[in-house]
T-cell receptor, first 116, second 115 residues
Framework: ETGVTQTPRHLVMGMTNKKSLKCEQH?????MYWYKQSAKKPLELMFV???????ENNSVPSRFSPECPNSSHLFLHLHTLQPEDSALYLC???????????????FGPGTRLTVL | GNSVTQMEGPVTLSEEAFLTINCTYT??????LFWYVQYPGEGLQLLLK?????DKGSNKGFEATYRKETTSFHLEKGSVQVSDSAVYFC??????????????FGKGTKLSVKP
């Protein structure tokens, strides 16, 4: 495997379910990101982890819970979601998230989530 | 705050037509600017970037010039192909002290190229 992979690619869940999205990067990067992509809205940054430490949480509801056990893996745990949470969830990674510089972000293919 | 505005789509062109997708930005400091492309069923891929004023980014026949005086970074291609059909996102790097490393994206412009 190369680049950034995400599983599952598609997920349908009820509002009372608990599920997790997984992201893995094979690029040796130290920063990982979760984005939400909804129709007709800009890409929304949800969380950033840099060297396994959470550095950004963009006022995301607590029904989304991220986990970063190591620099290569990132999870998004979902529980008690709402239908408006249906979207494409994209994971990305970059070399790091250092101040004063930009590091190109590499994206996974996304998980298409539908909440019934 | 920082923001990116890009033209509304969808844009439909015939093969070999000239493409322009407009992008303007609002930012403090000196952000880097990017174009990302998302092909159907895939994640975003970096298409090109420019890190300072008057820089021109180019890749796969696409070009964009960082214009500080007009705060623009328009994407152009002289002759589009069917395989260029995708959604194109303009983005800038957030230079605020708290969020350096963040990217701020526009809403995306869908391009459809007909044979």
């Amino acid at each position: 495997e190369t680049g950034v992979t995400q599983t599952p690619r598609h997920l349908v869940m009820g509002m009372t379910n608990k599920k997790s999205l997984k992201c893995e990067q094979h690029l040796g990067h130290n920063a990982m990101y979760w984005y939400k992509q909804s129709a007709k809205k800009p890409l929304e940054l949800m969380f950033v982890y840099n060297f396994k430490e959470q550095t950004e949480n963009n006022s995301v509801p607590s029904r989304f819970s991220p986990e970063c056990p190591n620099s290569s893996h990132l999870f998004l745990h979902l529980h008690t979601l709402q239908p408006e949470d249906s979207a494409l969830y994209l994971c990305a990674s970059s070399q790091d998230f250092s101040g004063g510089s930009y590091n190109e972000q590499f994206f996974g293919p996304g998980t298409r989530l539908t909440v019934l | 705050g920082n923001s990116v505005t890009q033209m509304e789509g969808p844009v439909t062109l015939s093969e070999e037509a000239f493409l322009t997708i407009n992008c303007t930005y609002t930012a403090t400091g000196y952000p880097s600017l990017f174009w990302y492309v998302q092909y159907p069923g895939e994640g975003l891929q970096l298409l090109l970037k420019a890190t300072k004023a008057d820089d021109k980014g180019s890749n796969k026949g696409f070009e964009a010039t960082y214009r500080k005086e007009t705060t623009s970074f328009h994407l152009e291609k002289g002759s589009v192909q069917v395989s260029d059909s995708a959604v194109y996102f303009c983005a800038l790097s957030d230079q605020s002290s708290r969020s350096q490393g963040n990217l701020i994206f526009g809403k995306g412009t869908k391009l459809s190229v007909k044979p």
